[in-house]
């Protein structure tokens, strides 16, 4: 018997066990054109969905129902019976109503902007639209449960059968249907989270305090979790924009919505005894970032009851084939509406084809308990650092028993069980120790604390070393090691050395997360690629390991560098960072100099000692895991940098005293529709003469790649300054405007224009300190007379995976002046991004 249609058999037993309905099929008109938008319900029920661009629809219910309704504006109403309680793949055909022909413009899609009826509920939405109702009370508190699961998806006979799966073909005993899609999925991985939310709208703070969480299926799950938090993070439907993967879509209930969206009066209803208009909505445009769906506004209040979102297929999003959301509210009385559940679910797939096979990412949210207006003290929401607490992650069944506000429904119990029972199979272990060296770049030893890595840093070019090998590692227990240690060994052919490096960090208190750190590094360095000086003693720069460039970047120095350093957050997202570094630098090359000018002659090795004291301040920026290293979980939070460095000659026997200050600010903008601009400012000023080593270089760019906050056309040390001040801007518009060119839409373009530009100085006794008789030194340029700036223009998502910029110097490019001065030119990168 075909394996496809037994497992279909066997499943439809268990469906019939637990008395729900599933019904999947097309809507068609008589002339065989698919009937997008069409309205799908249970006789006698709100439980419902609309058809999509296709025609095609899916629904069940955890009830028995034994009929059918199919309806669209200007077409008959059809009532289907249903004989059985599972129905795949059926037809319906719907017939223009007589007294509907001459309202062919409604029938084609095309909705009127004047005397619509649903143009006129929604601008009562608008006049009555309340805040937050939380907004409304001084403080707030409310218990929240949360369920994240990944699930692969389109289970078929093929994938069955697959060598991959052979020896595991036990997991497909718990395949199941998406209530969404009508798809088969296999369960992958599950999360339970029981906290307790509390706000206060007066200091506008707000603090989780996790309760208890339970997983099953990859063990370093916080990564997986948070990027799903990251990816459905909280949102107002009454906003104009919703943000989800980093764009911004226009709601269906935004002041816009009008010029974007199509609305349609469908059906009225009693819900919870109150009555209740169902309004369909779906875009106007293709290629835009819109929803289509319905939504349940209550009479008199005009307070949403229900909504659901399903993203256009057609909209400017990569690797995600459908997104998915569902709202319910509570209306408590007329001028209080909170949120009770909250469904979202996405389909990430290469592309957006319906058979093509992708996982699915969902997490249901539901809030209860709500409590107002207890005060409870600032400390309370600004002390606490990290939430780790290991009992919480131990808590047993009863806790959840009396603390899930869902019970798991019987496919979710299996899945613990299921994937226990995968932990202990080695082909399984095999997948995931592959899928980890990739995500991490580190190779994993089971028999050891160690990992081997970064493996992507193994080979590495310059004109001065030639061809580079490089071999690393890390000491690792777990995600939450409250301390690490790092190490690489590197060779250089051309210049026969070896390189190495060797850190340590140490995590002394959680609560505030006091850790100490310091290493040592010798190595070769392109120090003229970045304003703020690094004190990593592991890094190295990209522009030093370049293998083709724009012109020859033969000016390299080597560094021995020692540092250690004491930081701690106090507050949530506030660094201080007391640190000591000794360096010693000198030119890495024949053609490239650092020598300088002193009492007794002329020197070409500088040695250095700075002490540094920064502040980094982080605000809205959340963070995963609890060790002495954390990952950053959002992108949309601004970054606040302070610094002052001091140089005492009489440390250690060093060369300069000096005093640089330093400060940069970086704000992502989310410009609602119109995409994302991320804005960068940056200032600095050396108080004291310090050799060209010190000193502050406008950062160049001789690579093809595209790298934020250094200039394309510049090269390295072509501007040198000892007090600076520099700006970038880069707005990427997601598509808005390609989307309105008809021969490029359906290319699903991104453009991306960026300026930038910076001003400095050089004192007349940095020129001389530096100036001497060896050809090989660089002439002290800075850009005092105007600002430098250059700009590009750039098209993004090229294949889903590129970009290229076209950038144009704006200045400073007078042939006789900057005879190598580069105009033009041309940079690229690659990114896998929503």
Known sequence: MNLKLLIFIFFFGIFSAFAQTKVSGYVFDEFDTPVAFATIIFKGSTTGTITNEDGRFYLESDETWDALTVSFIGYETLNIPLEKKVNYDLKFILKEEAAQLDQVVIISGKQPKKNNPAIDLLKKIWANKRSNGLKQFKQYQYDKYEKVEFDLNTIDSALI????????????????????????????????????????????????????????????????????????????????????????????????????????????????????????????????????????????????????????????????????????????????????????????????????????????????????????????????????????????????????????????????????TLKTVKKFKRLYNLGSILASGYIEFNTLPLDYGPIFSTFGFNEVEGLRLRTGGRTYFGPNDPWRLEGFLAYGFDDDKFKYGISGKWLIDRKSRLIISGGNRRDVEQIGASLTTSTDVLGRSLASSAVVGTSVNDKLTTINLTSLAVQAEPWRNVIFRLGGNYRTLESASSTFSLDYNTATGVASEIKQFESTLSLSYFPKRKMTGFGVERRIANDDFARLFAQVSLGDKSVLNSDFDYTKLQFSYVQPWQIGGFGRLTTTLEAGKTFGEVPLGLLSVIPGNQSYFSIYNTFSQLDFYEFVTDTYASFHFEHNFNGRLFSRIPFLRKLNLREIVSLRGAWGEISDENIALNTTNNPNNIDLVAPSNKPYYEYSLGVGNIFKVFRIDFNFRGNYKDAQLYPNARKFGVTGSFGFYF
């Open 161 to 420: 059968r697959s060598k991959m799966f052979k020896g595991m073909e036990f997991v497909f005993n718990e395949v199941d249907t998406s209530r969404v899609t009508g798809k088969t999925y296999l369960p992958m991985f599950i999360n339970e989270a029981v906290s307790q939310v509390y706000g206060d709208n007066v200091m506008s703070k707000t603090k989780e305090v996790l309760k208890g969480n339970k997983n099953s299926g990859f063990s370093d799950n916080q990564v997986i979790i948070d990027f799903v938090d990251d990816l459905y993070s909280d949102f107002n439907v009454y906003d104009n924009y919703l943000k989800f993967f980093d764009k911004s879509f226009v709601s269906p209930l935004s002041r816009t919505g009008v010029s974007t969206y199509n609305y349609v009066l469908s059906d009225s209803a009693f819900i919870d005894n109150k009555w209740c208009y169902n309004i369909i909505y779906y875009p106007r445009r293709k290629n835009e970032l819109t929803f289509k769906g319905d939504f349940w506004v209550a009479d008199t209040t005009y307070a949403i009851k229900e909504i659901n979102l399903q993203a256009s297929k057609s909209a400017n999003i990569n690797w995600v084939k459908e997104i998915y959301i569902e709202q319910e509210f509570e209306v408590l009385n007329d001028s209080l509406f909170l949120v009770k559940r909250d469904y979202m679910m996405s389909d990430f797939a290469f592309n957006k084809k319906e058979k093509s096979r992708g996982i699915y990412g969902k997490r249901t949210t539901l809030y209860d308990n709500y409590k107002f207006d207890i005060e409870l003290d600032k400390k309370f929401y600004e002390k606490e650092v990290t939430n780790y607490h290991e009992d919480v992650y131990n808590r047993d069944e009863s806790f959840w028993s009396e603390n899930r506000l869902e019970e798991l429904n019987k496919d979710e119990k299996g899945v613990y069980k299921m994937l226990d």
